[in-house]
């Protein structure tokens, strides 16, 4: 199982800026004058379109540079999440329960860089309810389909099933989640607590769509139902 982290489990939109002006300062002398807005695009995809809204030409070194600095500048930040940052209603109680069914591991699919997306759950004690090593993250180069399908050959490395749409289920907030997943091969539960709307996300194709994660004995259900045996499956 494969969560998104921003918007679907926290919110630390404001330290995450200001970490992306400090890479940008770093990485280019200049003051961030407009940040790209996240809508579910990894650091990788930000970083490039950041530098172009802002006029810089991008070069070989600036992704790797720019992500090197972000990663230090949120580090140094890190302090601030828990504070100016919020849980999303229901998260821990929905990560304790899943994490209660038999055979099931979790993990993220983020557009953020693996470093920044651990201090992310950490701040507000989510971590230990994730195997980060089974994950897909923002610093790898690839559409958001496909770094979920890097992340299933993972799983299947390290715990040797394979994993399809039958046994995979991924739970985000927007729109371009739910078209990775139904892309890359997985199940998919839709929550309404970002910037996508309930009718957009059912429209993209989510199996199911919540308002939050506030009912976790719901969020369980269906992570039961769309990952039985087909014969079992609810109807």
Do not use: C
């Not at 559409?143 to 040797?160: E, F, I, N, S």
């Amino acid at each position: 199982m494969l969560w998104n982290i921003d918007l679907t489990l926290v919110d630390v939109a404001i330290v995450a800026r200001d970490a992306y002006a400090e890479a940008f300062r770093v990485v280019t002398g200049r003051p961030l004058v407009k940040l790209v807005p996240p809508m579910g695009r990894p650091d990788s995809e930000i970083v490039f379109e950041t530098l172009a809204v802002n006029g810089i030409q991008a070069e070989d070194d600036h992704l790797p540079t720019f992500l090197s600095a972000l990663a230090v500048a949120f580090a140094d930040r890190s302090g601030r999440l828990a504070k100016e940052g919020r849980m999303m209603p229901g998260a821990r109680a929905a990560l304790k329960s899943v994490s209660r069914l038999d055979g099931v591991v979790q993990t993220v699919l983020t557009g953020t860089i693996k470093s920044n997306a651990v201090l992310k759950l950490k701040a507000f004690g989510l971590d230990k309810y994730i195997d980060f090593e089974l994950g897909g993250y923002g610093e790898e180069v690839y559409p958001k389909a496909t770094l979920l399908q890097v992340a299933q050959g993972r799983a299947k490395q390290r715990l040797g099933t394979p994993f399809t749409a039958a046994n995979t289920v991924v739970i985000g907030d927007s729109t371009r989640d739910v078209q990775a997943a139904k892309i890359g091969g997985a199940a998919v539960i839709a929550v309404a607590s970002g910037r996508s709307m309930a009718g957009e996300l059912r429209q993209a194709g989510a199996d199911l769509v919540l308002p939050d994660l506030s009912n976790a004995s719901e969020v369980v259900t269906a992570v039961a139902d769309l990952t039985a045996p087909a014969g079992r499956k609810a109807s």
